[in-house]
Each structure stands twice: as C-alpha cells, then as structure tokens.
C-alpha cells in the first residue's frame, strides 16, 4: 500500500451522512466490506468477519429512534467477544473455539448506540508480545505495534473509522503512533470491562483507535461523559515530559518540541515537568503488577506452555515467581504516584503531553516496539489520548501523549485539538534518529 488511506471521512462524517439520511448503515457496512476485501490481503488486519454486519445494519436502518452512533462500522479486537465469532486472542491455543455466547459489555453499548460490529481485529497473543500476522499500512516494513495493532492498522489504512482496542501496557499507544491514527486509553475502571480477555485486572484498560480528535470525544462522551469542563479561555496548562533517559531518539524528542513550541504559540502555558523520580519507579513497578496478575488470572496458559509463545510463557513464569508482599508494595507505590500527580494537576491545571514512542516504528524483525513510554501513565490508570501528525524526515509517524486524570478529559480533548491542528497546519518533519 502506498502512505495514504483508503478513505478519506472520519466516524463524526459517516454518522453525520447517516443522520442526515443521504447514506444508511447498509451502505456504510458495504462500503467497509468492500474496502476490506481490496486491501486486507495486503494490510492482513482482520481475524474474522462477522457474517451479520449486513443483517444488523439492516436492523440499525430500520431503527424508529435515532442513535448517536447509528450505522457507525466498528472493528473489536480479538480479545473482546462478540455474540457469534470466536475469541482467538491471537493464539494458537484457541485454534478451535466456540463462538462466544453474548457480546461484551462494551460490545452490546456502542451496538445499543447504533454502531455496527463487522468483525474481529488482529492482536498479538493474549494482548501480549508474541506479534500478530498485520502489517503497517503506513510503512509495510515497520511494525504496527502491538497488541491492538489490527484495530490501529484498520483505521489507519482507511478500513473503519473506529476499531475498540485494549491496553495492559502500551497496546494502544504505541499502535496509534506508529500507525498514524488517534489512539485513546479510557480511565482504568471508567467502563465495565466484562467480556474482554484481560491478562491484569489493576492495569487493563479500554483503548479506541479513530482518525481525528473529535471523533475519539465523540464515543468517550458517549460512553463515560464530559467530566469537568476545560478551560473556556482555551489556554489549558501544558506540562511537557521529555521521558529523559527511557531511550527516546532523537525524531520523537524533535517531535515532542515542536508540539510544546507549537501549542505556547496558541497560548497555552507551558512548562516542563520534573517526575522522572516517579516514572522512573513507575516503569519498574508496572511490569511486577502486570506479571503478578497475570499468572494468577491465567494458570490456565501456564498448563499449556507447549501451546503458546515464549513470550507470553516468560511473562507467567515471572509472574509466578513475585511474591505477595514485592506485588503488593508496587500497587502502593504506583497508588502514592497518582495521588500525588492528581495534587499538582489540581494545583497547576492542565495535562501532560510527552513521547508516545521511543521513536518510529521499528523494522517488523525487532518485534512490536517497547511500550517504557505508556507504563508510567497505565501504573496509575490514567486516561490519555495519542495525537498523530508528526513525522520523521522519511515520512514515518510520530505520536504525542496527552496525559490527564480522570474525570477531566475535557482538558486533554481541549489540548489533543490544538495540537491536531498545529501539527496538520505546520506538517511537522523532523530528523530521522534511532529509537
């Protein structure tokens, strides 16, 4: 595939179509379906298609009322069921399973909202490591990222305008910076995660991948509400974190500068934030809890290590190795970290924005990327938001994190449309370096 996308309308354009009757979800579902069979051979995004979408689209045209996400064409990551299509989790040991009996909470909302489920995307091996079979549709060389990296690329290339993702670490950051899409983590525990095959119950968190800002508020709105409304000036207090000494290179730090420089211009305040004390326990203390829980939620898998990867074996082992009293002192200090970033944000306003990457995608024979960048903000639950836009002098992605806390959403919606906008406007390029 070449750089560009299949399509060119966001989810906030389809619904907008629909309302406004000249298109109807049974000609939006087709149009995905015919996108997907053109290019999925090449993009290799999607597990499995639904076998309804038609069917329920007809039943979303022939609806009295009028949903706000009517006829939206939704991917779901293959680790959330969906009533009919099997979970696989991206693993060969659930080559054969049954097809699950009910959808997801989260499933059955956005479909009670008017959304339409076409099919199951790729992910990595139980929203681990082990890498899905998707390719970048921005840089086939390149990695998607992972673990919702089937629900990123099928946005990216133009396939859907919003795919559900999850994230455990770096899941849906990453993907969304490597693949040039808006990458949302919901709040931990902000929606009922019941029906999705998590790995750890005090980090798993929703992901949404879409093509704009709007529309990723649009579905937030929809699903948690506003909270706390931004500032009405518009100049949102801006606290730049560089992630000093995690490896950043030098594109994504260029990136991360311009992005500050940029919003200062349109009159946010903007400082730099001194916490590498606490990210830097934060990325240690992120893969104890990770581990910890997910050999105790999944002994399941450690009794057929011979079925799975060696990636996801390590994980459970090391995770059964942590005792309870070095799990139990990591929550804590993961819970001390929040409580103390929620007082400076209540005191001084604003969000966090900072690398969402190390740097550009790395080549596909590496593996999925590193996900340092996302775990100090997942070790505390905290909602963010990947900003596209930015690239490296080649032509490859950039993302920007923006960080906030939860019930205050609105500032980082506020922030993520400036700087998608400034980055459009300026069409950012910055130097190549290594990640």
């Known amino acids: 595939m070449d750089r560009g996308r299949t399509c060119v309308g966001g ?24 996108r997907i069979e053109t290019h999925d051979s090449q993009v290799r995004a999607w597990a499995q298609l ?14 009295t009322d009028s949903p ?49 489920s076409l099919g199951k995307t790729e992910t990595t091996e139980y929203a681990y490591f082990a890498p899905a079979p998707t390719i970048n549709p921005v840089a086939p060389d390149r990695t998607p990222g992972g673990s919702s990296s089937g629900s990123a690329a099928a946005v990216a290339a133009g396939m859907v305008p919003l795919a559900l993702g999850s994230q455990t670490a770096g899941s849906t950051t990453r993907p969304a910076s490597y693949c040039g899409v808006v990458g949302m983590v919901l709040a931990h525990g902000s929606v009922d ?37 931004a500032d009405p000036s518009g100049r949102t207090p801006v606290h730049v974190w560089r992630g ?11 990136a991360v500068e311009a992005a500050a420089a940029g919003l200062s211009d349109e009159g946010c305040p903007v400082t730099e934030l001194d916490w590498d004390d606490h990210v830097f326990t934060l990325v240690r203390d992120h893969p104890i809890v990770m581990a910890h829980e997910a050999a105790a939620s999944r002994p ?33 200090r993961c819970a001390t970290s929040r409580s103390r970033l929620e007082q400076f944000l209540d005191e001084n306003g604003g969000v966090i924005i900072g690398p969402a990457a190390q740097g550009p995608a790395p080549e596909r024979s590496t593996g999925t990327g590193s996900p340092e960048l996302s775990r100090p903000w997942q070790a505390m639950g905290l909602p963010v938001v990947t900003v596209p836009g930015a690239r490296t002098a080649e032509g ?6 923006v960080v906030g806390i939860p019930g205050q959403e609105s500032r980082i919606f506020a922030v993520a449309r400036t700087l998608e906008r400034v980055l459009a406007q300026t069409s950012t390029t910055t130097p190549s370096g290594k990640a």
């Not at 995660?193 to 991948?209: H, R, V």
């Not at 000093?244 to 260029?254: E, I, K, N, Q, R």
């Open 11 to 34: 989810l906030l354009d389809d619904l907008e179509e629909v309302h406004s009757g000249r298109r109807g979800a049974g000609e939006l579902v087709a149009a995905a379906q015919q």
């Open 50 to 63: 639904s076998q309804n979408a038609s069917r329920d689209a007809e039943a979303v045209d022939a609806r």
């Open 68 to 116: 706000p996400l009517r006829g939206a064409v939704v991917g779901v990551k293959d680790i959330i069921d969906v009533a009919g299509l099997p979970t696989r989790c991206g693993s060969p040991a659930t080559t054969s399973p049954d097809p699950a009996a009910a959808s997801a909470t989260i499933v059955r909302r956005i479909e009670e909202l008017g959304a339409v």
């Open 193 to 229: 995660l019941a029906g999705i095959a998590g790995l750890s119950p005090s980090l798993d968190s929703l992901g949404l991948l879409t093509r704009t800002v709007s529309d990723v508020a649009h579905v937030h709105q929809l699903l948690v509400g506003s909270g706390a409304p």
């Open 244 to 254: 000093h000494d995690l490896a950043v290179g030098t594109s994504m730090s260029a």
């Open 300 to 332: 399941d898998l450690l009794q057929r290590s011979s079925d799975i990867s060696l990636q996801l074996t390590q994980l459970l082992e090391q995770g059964r190795g942590i005792g309870e009293e070095t799990y139990q002192q990591a929550l804590v």
């Open 396 to 401: 490859l992605p950039l993302g920007i994190q």
